[in-house]
């Protein structure tokens, strides 16, 4: 890391590399003012002639084994190249001290420890050296990632019998390991809690926060979400599932992470905390199975994937109180929420020059998606709590999300679960579909209230009904919610044993538990499709059939998805416009729509609509091109990727294809498997997915994909969802 001092002019006055860290509250100086050498400084003197200036550190010992997992015992060998330095050592995860033991010889390693050592020079003049950490796993096996956390008090902070375990920070080290068992980083930092109820549960959460100050490393450089191209990471949360917990009762161990993964995987319009389980070591003992999470209260997410930072935000939280998290200057956040809200609540939202207006400032659909998904989900513990809306102040194309939107924060309270802090008037599978409607404004904040202001537009109206409707058809819905259930519980199942064995219950009742949230979904589904009717004044449930003739000409956008594969079968409704959008492959154009039962009003538009009174059959119709291979005309526009392929040599949507309209100079899509595996990569347009990995067909399935791609218009754009294959 390099320091430059300049001038006005830019001219550089001096400059120095920093090739080695300092411990906390040490720094790097000049042995003497205006000196060529440099040396360490154990008291700082900012401001003042510099004194007390010593020669680097000692060596930090090494290791003859690497950390990581090994059958059988193991002996490890410490050496340093300090000659005149001392090595002690420990093994209960403790910080070294020359109080320590001394090493003298291989150390034998029997059972899964800590081994951390610091070498140390009798010369005052030489410090200690940092202290060396390795992990051995001896004897045992993982099949999702590992980190391995130790330090002096960390076992008592998580015990919650350090002093000051609710409120202080711990100092320690971190170690991550990848689903191989490779060490993927480490470093040292804070650990601090997380969670508030969850917090007296025996099995705790906590967050880390990776400091340089430390001498060690200022985040963890790994790729840790698969899903995600970040991979720098100052802070990460580590959840025991919260308030779900197992084996607290009913806990399932997924509610939280399920919720904020279905939200990715729809791609839906909110900021949420990217999840994978990992397994748990503290100070060398097994502490069970844990959900690593992305935070997204941070400035550092904020600045990666949009280009808004730390000065450029307004982001307010609602946790019983409402506070700015970021503001330009205090006040400002909160003083814009409240302008808008007054905005919105006192003008006439029929008026499209007002409802224009809002929509240049208020991302409505991200508003749809909040309250859709809290509706479904049946979330009890919202609004007044765990809730945190946000905009950046950097405008496209240099800045991305400057309209209010909102962020997922805590979801364990749902699907029935724990307690009903917001007050909603129902908590079982049947609750209305519009209960949140009816809410008296829990938080004080105007979410709801500005929901039922705007509801009186047509356009806002006709956006919200039609979005539940599309995702119940989907992620929303069964069998979608059902099927990541069992995906979920299938990637921790292995793990399940061992954290039954520490923290109590059986493996049969959480799997009792897994299956009673999978059947309060199935209820919750069935009491959807009926309640949207009543909710909303709809006719129906009706089937919707659509087709794509000739197969592999195109494709279709019901209202505001894109659906796949043909022929694709939903559930919609009466009472309310079906909006119907085509969009034709490379080689085809559109031609006409065709219902067999009911009848188009411009059946030659690429965009026309349906009020579904009876089961029907949409077909898109396509003609090829007299050209092949001529690209899509301007009209079209961004990146398009189907949600399902069936690769079984039928020759009909064998292949995942993609549309890439105009306006994208380039893209990288990613396709991976639950395990992380990235089985796909294209960054061509044409170069599709058959399905293969490794030369082998892939089992039916959901597979999570990234999409980055730029447009010419506003830039970068990152996108996360999920495809299913069908065999």
Avoid at 188 to 203: E, I, P, T
Avoid at 502 to 518: H, M, P, Q
Avoid at 619 to 629: I, L, S, W
Wanted: with cysteine; proline share 5%.
């Amino acid at each position: 890391e390099w320091i430059i001092l300049s001038d006005g002019s830019g001219t550089v006055i001096d400059s120095l590399n920093i090739q080695n860290w300092t411990y906390e509250d040490n720094s790097v100086a000049r042995t003497s003012d205006g000196g060529a050498s440099w040396g360490i400084c154990q008291a700082p003197t900012p401001n003042a002639t510099n004194a007390g200036v010593i020669s680097a550190y000692s060596a930090a010992p090494t290791f003859s084994l690497a950390a990581g997992f090994y059958t059988g015992t193991q002996n490890v060998t410490l050496s340093t190249t300090d000659g005149g330095a001392t090595i002690y050592y420990t093994l209960d995860g403790s910080t070294p001290t020359t109080a320590s033991t001394v090493y003298s010889g291989p150390i034998s390693v029997t059972a899964t420890t800590v081994v951390r050592a610091i070498a140390d020079n009798p010369d005052p003049n030489i410090p200690t050296s940092h202290v060396s950490t390795n992990t051995y796993f001896i004897d045992v096996s993982h099949t999702v990632p590992v980190m391995s956390i130790c330090g002096d008090e960390v076992t008592d902070f998580l015990n919650n019998v350090a002093p000051g375990a609710f409120s202080n920070n711990f100092k320690g080290h971190f170690e991550f390991f990848d689903e191989t068992g490779a060490l993927a980083d480490e470093g040292l930092g804070d650990y601090n809690k997380h969670g508030n109820d969850s917090w007296a549960y025996a099995q705790r959460g906590f967050d880390f926060i990776m400091r340089d100050q430390m001498g060690a490393n200022f985040a963890v450089q790994h790729q840790v979400f698969p899903q995600k191209n970040r991979d720098e990471f100052q802070r990460l949360i580590i959840k025991a599932a919260a308030n779900d917990n197992y084996s607290f009762s009913g806990g399932a161990h997924m509610r939280d992470a399920l919720v904020h993964t279905v939200s990715q995987l729809g791609d839906m319009r909110m900021d949420e905390r990217t999840s994978i389980y990992s397994v748990l070591y503290v100070d060398g003992v097994y502490w069970g199975v844990y959900d690593v999470r992305e935070k997204v209260d941070d400035h550092d997410f904020t600045d990666h994937y949009y280009n808004q930072p730390e000065d450029q935000l307004s982001f307010l939280k609602t946790w019983g109180g409402t506070w700015e998290e970021y503001s330009p200057s205090p006040g400002v956040a909160q003083g814009d929420w409240d302008a808008l809200r007054t905005f919105i609540t006192t003008n006439d939202m029929t008026d499209p020059a007002n409802y224009e207006y809002v929509k240049s400032v208020y991302n409505v659909g991200s508003l749809i998606d909040y309250v859709v998904l809290n509706s479904v989900i049946v979330t009890s513990d919202w609004l007044n709590w765990n809730t945190a809306w946000w905009h950046g102040h950097i405008p496209p194309p240099e800045g991305d999300k400057h309209k209010w939107r909102y962020v997922l924060w805590d979801n364990d309270a749902s699907w029935g679960h724990y307690i009903n802090y917001t007050g909603i008037p129902s908590t079982d599978p049947d609750a209305d579909p519009c209960n949140p409607e009816s809410l008296p404004d829990p938080g004080g904040q105007g979410h709801i209230t500005i929901l039922n202001a705007l509801y009186t537009n047509a356009e806002f109206k006709q956006d919200y009904v039609t979005r539940y409707i599309d995702l119940f058809n989907g992620i929303l819905g069964c069998p979608r919610l059902p099927e990541l259930v069992d995906s979920f519980a299938a990637v921790i199942d292995p793990e399940m044993a061992a954290q039954t064995a520490t923290w109590g219950g059986s493996v049969g009742d959480w799997n009792t538990n897994v299956t009673a949230l999978r059947t309060y979904i199935e209820d919750r589904c069935d009491a959807i499709s009926e309640g949207l009717k009543d909710c909303y004044d709809l006719t129906g449930p009706f089937n919707l059939e659509v087709r794509v003739d000739p197969p592999g000409a195109g494709q279709v956008k019901v209202n505001s998805e894109w659906v796949s594969p043909y022929p694709w079968v939903g559930v919609y409704y009466g009472g309310i416009a079906t909006e119907f959008t085509a969009n034709d492959f490379s080689g085809y154009d559109f031609d006409y729509w065709e219902a067999d039962v009911l009848t188009f009003t411009q059946p030659d538009s690429l965009e026309d609509t349906l009020d579904i009174t009876e089961d029907v059959v949409v077909t898109a119709h396509f003609v090829k091109n007299e050209e092949p291979g001529v690209p899509p005309p301007a009209t079209y526009t961004g990146f398009h990727l189907p949600n399902g392929f069936s690769p079984n040599g039928d020759n009909n949507n064998d292949w995942l294809q993609f549309f890439v309209g105009h306006d994208v100079e380039s893209f990288d899509l990613k396709i991976f498997d639950r395990w992380g595996n990235m089985v796909f990569q294209s960054n061509t347009d044409g170069q599709y997915w058959d399905g293969y990995y490794k030369g082998k067909l892939l089992n039916s399935g959901i597979y999570t994909y990234t999409l980055d791609y730029t447009l010419t218009d506003i830039g970068k754009t990152e996108q996360t969802g999920n495809v299913t294959l069908i065999r």
